[in-house]
């Protein structure tokens, strides 16, 4: 069964610190427990969003920019 990573809150997915920036994540990559995946911007504030569990071969199911509720599926990893 895949891992998931889920939003914390509802707002607005960003993959990356900024516009020139590369993604946190790129997929087909892996994570460590703690390390960031992308952002999620509520109201002008941006929360981190950390995987809690360590994984390969990210899959993101939400692209750069996308709206996201609390609870959706960001990115899936093995």
């Known amino acids: 069964m ?6 914390p809150l509802p707002g607005t997915f960003y993959r990356k610190p900024s516009p020139d920036d590369p993604p946190f994540v790129e997929d087909g ?6 390390t960031t995946i992308g952002l999620v ?4 504030s ?5 995987a809690e569990e360590a994984g390969t071969n990210v ?9 996201v509720m609390a609870g959706h599926i960001l990115a899936e990893m093995d």
């Open 2 to 7: 895949a891992k998931e990573i889920r939003s």
């Open 29 to 34: 990559g892996s994570v460590e427990v703690g």
């Open 41 to 44: 911007e509520v109201m002008k």
């Open 46 to 50: 941006f929360h981190e969003v950390k």
């Open 59 to 67: 899959v993101f199911k939400v692209e750069n920019e996308d709206p």
